[in-house]
């Protein structure tokens, strides 16, 4: 089965998130309408003109979506082999970043650093054209030259993880 | 007095030493995402206790300056704000590095930096009472309306796309309203114990949305982005700009520079707001509006013009007053308070020795600035010469650095990747971003001067209008906002009508035009 996506669907599917999102931004904000202050505005007063106004906007814009019948703007097409690759590319950049952030505290800065860059570096280069050496060098020389320059120079705390 | 403050500070080899350290340190905090003048100000304060009062206060405002300034480096080489000054450099500096013109973009950033700051400096040496006075005449419906009129600028950058924009500033001001609330401080949208209580820091949005989200779209468009052809930057002579193109920018450059100076000196609105109101009033007053946000080099003046010309303002209720402005502001008068001084009106009867010689600091200091960001200029640019797939790796480093270093919490680090993943479904959706890092810095001020004059006056909102300071600031918004909707629609029509007669091809991007 190929996968198939159009700018309409996607327009609309964007557009039906965020009217929820604004109406839970709005429908959350109740509890905040407690007079605190004699003549203030509330606590709820800001977050329920943004939601308010973000369902809204949104609404219209759902609405010119559906309108919309531009033979261009509703056509489907076939996501394409080279799609597919990026799309694996990029979700594993953000998974990759992901275990680079909830891991920074336990492994350390050091060796989760080196460990991002190294696999980064490699997922971010076409497979005739990587270099190990200069990854494996910038994974390695860069945190330990950041480690360097921020704890012992600037006198800032860094995560030490593993190696603490 | 005024001969024996900058004799002070020019015939002492270790003054002059603290403000060359302090310019290029600045310099490169300002430059590092997540590094910014505070913290670079906040780390150096300790180690002013053991210099004479000029020396420390020169070392303090030589970081400011070199810190407010560094913010254009990454803002045009990386399209990062390396501060929130810096945001608004983005826009314009970004696209002319994309053009090959990085060079001109920054040198012109530079000069034109050097130019704000300066005339900032004078500004406080021969104003200070003057505009103090008129600081004082600020309550806080008029820094509510001021505010207001700075994020006008949202309607400059989403002329073409009003929903989406709005849709976009809107999401911006409900992140800043996440936390503590101001003057109840009951907590909105997080449970009371966590770290998000205290709300989300303006690092975390701005690296997340502008920095991670653009890696990640790179991960996801890796093969249309080898495709791309590699830009070769331009050799530069000079600043890049030559003096023709300066002195036909000269009312731009006067324009930004006044409302610098005068943003400046209202305690709590710094240099953002500042820049954002200059790049207003630059698209609104120019004769190519339409190039602004693609790589309009008047955008770039306006931009950086007015983020330093706030750094002279900014010290003017610090000094005169005794009201810091921001919390850079704050740290230079701990400086002050640290060698015994007390700021106020009393100041430069008490102290003048010591105000002319902080002036000549202060000047010098943008001196310094403006040759060594010039010679630093070769190696800045040769970063855009690095391959994506090695720079944009070694950025997620320095970004997620920087988030941890300002508070040491990984709080900070986790919330810069969620708003990463965040800009980056906004950019695959066509919602701009800027929008909402605008909406997110200005709303906290603009939610707590609205508030407390709605409790000060005792809900009479009649003060708004009856003030002439808020009437006009009123005004000024409604029509910075009507132009460039005006505009976008006039534009729009036009294009759909040249592509009707077949005179113009038809964008892709905007079949979902609002």
């Not at chain 2, 997540?34 to 304060?45: D, Q, T």
């Not at chain 2, 892709?508 to 035009?513: H, I, N, T």
């Amino acid at each position: 089965m190929k996968l198939k996506t159009s700018k309409k669907g996607t327009d609309i599917l964007s557009s039906i998130l965020l009217i929820l999102l604004g109406a839970f931004i709005f429908f959350y904000a109740i509890r905040y309408h407690e007079v605190m202050l004699t003549n203030d505005l509330t606590d709820a007063f800001l977050p329920q003109v943004c939601g308010g106004a973000i369902a809204v906007l949104a609404l219209v814009r759902l609405i010119k979506c559906l309108l919309n019948k531009d033979e261009k703007y509703c056509a489907s097409h076939e996501v394409e082999r080279g799609e597919i690759t990026d799309l694996l590319r990029g979700l594993g950049s953000i998974a990759l970043l992901g275990a680079y952030v909830f891991t920074y505290r336990n492994l350390g800065f050091l060796v989760s650093t080196a460990l991002y860059l190294f696999i980064q570096l490699t997922l971010l280069t076409q497979k005739g054209k990587r270099h190990w050496l200069l990854t494996v060098i910038i994974s390695i020389v860069l945190p330990a030259l950041l480690y360097l320059l921020f704890v012992k120079v600037l006198n800032y705390t860094l995560p030490t993880g593993i190696l603490g | 007095m005024i001969s024996e403050g900058i004799k002070s500070v020019l015939l002492s080899p270790a003054c002059l030493a603290c403000i060359l350290g302090g310019t290029f340190i600045g310099i490169v905090f300002g430059s590092v995402p997540g590094l910014s003048a505070v913290m670079a100000v906040c780390l150096f304060l300790p180690l002013t206790y053991g210099l004479t009062a000029v020396n420390g206060m020169s070392l303090l405002c030589a970081l400011y300056i070199g810190a407010i300034s560094g913010g254009l480096i990454s803002a045009i080489l990386l399209k990062i704000p390396g501060t929130p000054s810096s945001i608004v450099t983005v826009f314009d500096g970004g696209p002319m590095a994309d053009r090959g013109e990085g060079g001109k973009a920054i040198g012109t950033a530079i000069l034109v930096s050097f130019i704000g700051g300066i005339i900032s400096v004078v500004a406080l040496i021969f104003l200070s009472p003057l505009l103090a006075k008129f600081a004082l005449k600020f309550t806080a419906y008029e820094y509510a309306t001021c505010i207001f009129f700075a994020m006008t600028v949202i309607a400059v950058l989403t002329g073409k796309q009003p929903i989406m924009g709005l849709i976009s500033a809107f999401f911006g001001i409900f992140l800043s309203t996440v936390g503590s609330a101001p003057l109840t401080s009951v907590v909105r949208f997080a449970p009371t114990t966590s770290s998000m209580a205290g709300g989300f820091s303006s690092t975390t949005i701005m690296i997340g949305f502008f920095a991670i989200s653009e890696i990640l779209e790179y991960g996801f468009n890796y093969n249309k982005e080898q495709k791309k052809p590699i830009i070769k930057t331009a050799k530069i002579r000079g600043y890049g700009i030559s003096f023709k193109e300066l002195i036909r920018n000269t009312r731009l450059l006067i324009q930004s520079t006044i409302i610098g100076i005068i943003i400046g000196i209202l305690p709590g609105i710094g240099g953002n707001t500042g820049a954002m109101m200059s790049y207003s009033a630059a698209q609104v007053t120019s004769k190519h509006p339409e190039r602004f946000g693609k790589g309009s080099i008047e955008g770039l003046i306006a931009s950086e013009t007015a983020n330093n010309a706030t750094t002279g303002g900014a010290m003017v209720p610090m000094l005169t007053l005794g009201i810091p402005g921001s919390g850079t502001a704050a740290l230079l008068m701990s400086g002050l308070i640290i060698h015994g001084v007390q700021p106020g009106p009393m100041i430069f009867r008490t102290q003048g020795v010591l105000m002319y010689g902080i002036f000549t600091a202060l000047a010098l200091a943008n001196i310094v600035m403006v040759i060594m960001e010039r010679s630093l200029l070769p190696i800045f640019v040769k970063l855009l010469s690095v391959p994506k797939n090695i720079l944009l790796p070694i950025i997620t480093v320095m970004c997620v650095l920087g988030c941890f270093s300002a508070n040491h919490i990984i709080f900070d680090v986790i919330c810069m990747f969620v708003f990463g993943v965040i800009g980056f479904l906004m950019r695959k959706w066509k919602i701009p971003i800027s929008p909402a890092v605008i909406g997110f810095v200005l709303a906290p001020s603009f939610e707590r001067y609205l508030r407390t004059g709605v409790i000060n006056t005792r809900g009479n909102l009649s003060r708004l209008y009856t003030s002439p300071i808020c009437l006009v600031f009123l005004i000024l918004s409604l029509v910075f906002i009507a132009i460039p909707i005006i505009r976008g629609v006039k534009d729009s029509k036009a294009r759909k009508a040249a592509v009707a007669a077949g005179a113009a091809p038809e964008e892709d991007e905007e079949l979902q035009e609002d």
